[in-house]
């Protein structure tokens, strides 16, 4: 199985601020097949990212992955006020799939 | 659009079985493979299960494995899991997800909570 570590696990930010958060794997992803997905409080996830980098339909472009093997990166280039939520990875290249334990981005 | 929308969750005691239905819409449900996913209370994702769009494919997680079956019905647009056995442990909202032809979890229903208690 594999483990997928987050760090960090939460971020004290401001609207407009750069936020970076990673997610390493305890072994090689698959075809890099890492995805992060949002979770605002109540609601379901949404998929953010997919195959480590590629963004989902109607993701804004302030969203972007990056990463391959075993270290993976989300980046929000400016925070909007919608986007203060816990954001997991997963893994979906083997299985059993496995999700991060998540990053908590808060104002 | 995409919809899934699960139902039959709530409360039943420990030893007891409970079944979850997800209807889909707005897809070709035949099509694609299904998941279940669940979150229990202030806690991350969990994994269930995925079956593969003819049935042929089913993998567990072994915490479920040999207590919970996955199955669905293409006729009716509908994916379901019969939880046997439940356990205290598996109080939870349960999530049924659609699989992308790469595999990716890229939709997910709403949610429905089973609370497993005496």
């Known amino acids: 199985e594999i483990v997928l570590t987050q760090s960090p696990g939460t971020l004290s930010l401001s609207p407009g601020e750069r936020v970076t958060l990673s997610c390493r794997a305890s072994q090689s992803v698959t075809n890099n097949y890492l995805a992060w997905h949002q979770q605002r409080p109540g609601h379901p996830p949404r998929l953010l990212i997919y195959?480590?980098?590629g963004r989902a339909t109607g993701i804004p472009d302030r969203f972007s992955g990056s990463g391959s093997g075993t270290d993976f990166t989300l980046t929000i280039s400016r925070l909007e006020p919608e986007d203060f939520a816990v954001y997991f990875c997963q893994q979906y290249g083997s299985t059993p799939r496995t999700f991060g334990q998540g990053t908590k981005v808060e104002i | 659009q995409v919809q899934l929308v699960e139902s039959g969750g709530g409360l039943v005691k420990p030893g007891g079985s409970l079944r979850l239905s997800c209807a889909a819409s707005g897809f070709t449900f035949s099509d694609y493979y299904m998941s279940w996913i669940r979150q229990a209370p202030g806690k991350g994702l969990e994994w269930l299960s995925y079956i593969s769009s003819d049935s042929s494919t089913i993998l567990y997680t072994d915490s479920v494995k040999g207590r919970f079956t996955v199955s669905r019905d293409n006729d009716r647009n509908s994916l379901y899991l019969q939880m046997n056995s439940l356990r205290a442990e598996d109080t939870a909202v349960y999530y049924c997800a659609r699989e992308s032809r790469d595999r990716r979890t890229d939709y997910w229903g709403q949610g429905i909570l089973v609370t497993v208690s005496s």
């Open positions: 195959g480590a980098s």
